[in-house]
């Protein structure tokens, strides 16, 4: 399964970003989709996580500003980002988990790097 992310870049404090992860996979193969995030020197940290029928679950630092949304025509799911803030800067990595027979199993992208600067 590959995951490929796409729309990351420069953008100014207050602005928006969306970010596009898409995959040849069906995405009812996956039980969880979500996004992940990591700066210069700090460890990878969850931004929001998507399960069927549970509630999404975003990360405190991001609630009211990111928006997870999911495509299941074009396999690909999204992370809206608005009213952007510098210390949202870093690399983010879409993932997605398939548990078969109890065994779960983890996809990541590539990572695409946002960086948000005046």
């Known amino acids: 399964v590959q995951l490929v992310e796409s729309g990351g870049g420069l953008v100014r404090p207050g602005g928006s970003l969306r970010l596009t992860c898409a995959t040849s996979?069906?995405?009812?193969?996956?039980?969880?989709m979500g996004w992940y995030r990591q700066a210069p020197g700090k460890q990878r940290e969850l931004v929001v996580v998507?399960?069927?029928?549970?509630?999404?679950v975003y990360a405190e630092s991001v609630k009211g500003r990111f928006t997870i949304s999911v495509d299941y025509a074009k396999n690909t799911w999204n992370l809206q980002m608005n009213s952007l803030k510098p210390e949202d800067s870093a690399v983010y990595y879409c993932?997605?988990?398939?548990?078969?027979?109890?065994?779960?199993?983890?996809?990541w992208g590539q990572g695409t790097q946002v960086t948000v600067s005046s």
């Open positions: 996979a069906s995405l009812y193969s996956f039980k969880y």
């Open positions: 998507r399960n069927e029928g549970s509630p999404t």
């Open positions: 993932n997605a988990k398939q548990v078969v027979s109890g065994i779960s199993y983890d996809y």
